[in-house]
């Protein structure tokens, strides 16, 4: 855990701020422009890793005005394919050991992330599903492996899930749309309010790992605390007889073709 927070604190230091984020708009056209940057940025990120920052931690200069380290969201999404320590952690043998356990035959890495959930000012992250995001057919064949680097707790903003609500289906899609046409994705159907009541807090210690099916529901607060809630998370899907959406914002490219998880 601490070698892959240290390895990321390496990265932070060397990170050059994409110019979409720095920019500061005084017209509607430079705002139209500046989201349309953050959409490209996003979209195209599958097979990189890029940068993705909290709310407020640039001034109207493009300026910090937090601490760099203390600035970011997240980094994604290809920690996993071009970042020899969090590669070996992707295709460990207890990770294979876990997929093979629930059955898996041809398991693909989707996706990784770094998420940092900022103390003070990390971000809500409201209910969803995964598969909203990462749409198979069938469905059911996404799994997320969530790494605590950190205590995740009630306090900082651990995940709360509601048990049961990965066999009731997904209520929305996120797709992209038609090229040439902005926004670059829209979404197919609403997520429905859910009772809060419902939802269970799962707190994690250190080095503990959460496994999360693609349907389940789930949720983490804003992070009000001083503490920070760093997380390394990736997603696999068993490509054995699934189709992955083409209409999916991540795609496989040339460069990064989803690689299998098994390496023996």
Known sequence: CDELRQRMAEIVDRM??????????????????????????????GDKIRFFFEKGVFDDKGEFIVPKQQSLNKVGHALHAYESLYKKVTYSPKVQGIA????????????????FKQPGIGGEVTSHQDATFLYTE???????????????????GCLWFIPGSQSSGISRRMVRTPKGTFPLTDFIGREPTYDEDKFVAAPVKKGGVLLIHGEVVHR????????????????????????????????????????????K
């Not at 110019?19 to 996003?42: M, P, V």
């Not at 093979?100 to 998420?115: A, C, D, E, F, R």
């Not at 009000?224 to 899907?237: A, K, L, N």
Request: glycine share 4%.
């Open 138 to 156: 069938p469905l059911g064949r996404v799994m997320g492996l969530w790494i605590a680097l950190e205590d995740a707790t009630v306090n900082n």
């Open 16 to 45: 050059d701020v994409p110019e979409h984020c720095r920019t500061t708009f005084s017209t509607y056209h430079d705002e139209q422009l500046k989201k349309q940057g953050n959409a490209d940025y996003f979209i195209t990120s």
């Open 220 to 263: 983490s607060a804003e992070n009000t605390s001083e503490d920070s809630r760093h997380v390394y998370t990736f997603h696999i899907m068993e490509a054995l007889d699934t189709r992955w959406s083409p209409d999916n914002w991540l795609q496989p490219t040339e460069e990064l073709p989803f690689p299998a998880l098994y390496t």
């Open 100 to 115: 093979k356990k629930l059955g898996l035959v041809n398991p693909v890495i989707l996706q990784s992330m770094y998420i």
